[in-house]
């Protein structure tokens, strides 16, 4: 069985940071597009960060600068380094696996929650 766990989520004050880890198991994803996903109250999800199989990186505009991911094949984990926060960035984060040659997350965690609050 495929699984996706995030940790890492928690309570910060604006200008923190945070790192979230993302860790797989059942299958490895190492050719995969690793994403993370943000989902505030009231908004739809939003795609905040990938890392693509060739380990290229995207990420949205709101967090340019600011976050940063990673991966780590050994370990079949992935990362976000979250720099800098604002209160915007309050939202449950999701890690998300999307095969080679496709576009749509075949695998999803259960979400962890950041806080950026003073």
């Known amino acids: 069985q495929v699984h996706l766990v995030e940790s890492g989520g928690g309570l910060v004050q604006p200008g923190g940071s945070l790192r979230l880890s993302c860790a797989g198991s059942?299958?490895?994803?190492?050719?995969?597009?690793m994403a993370w996903y943000r989902q505030a109250p009231g908004k739809q999800r939003e795609l905040v960060a990938n890392?693509?199989?060739?380990?290229?990186?995207n990420y949205a505009d709101s967090v340019k600068g600011r976050f940063t991911t990673s991966r780590e094949r050994p370990k079949n984990e992935v990362y976000l380094q979250m720099n800098s926060l604002k209160p915007d960035d309050t939202a449950v984060y999701y890690c998300?696996?999307?095969?080679?040659?496709?576009?749509?997350?075949?695998?999803w965690g259960q979400g962890t929650q950041v806080t950026v609050s003073s």
């Open positions: 998300a696996a999307t095969p080679p040659l496709t576009n749509v997350p075949a695998f």
């Open positions: 059942g299958i490895f994803f190492s050719i995969y597009t």
């Open positions: 890392i693509t199989g060739g380990d290229r990186t």
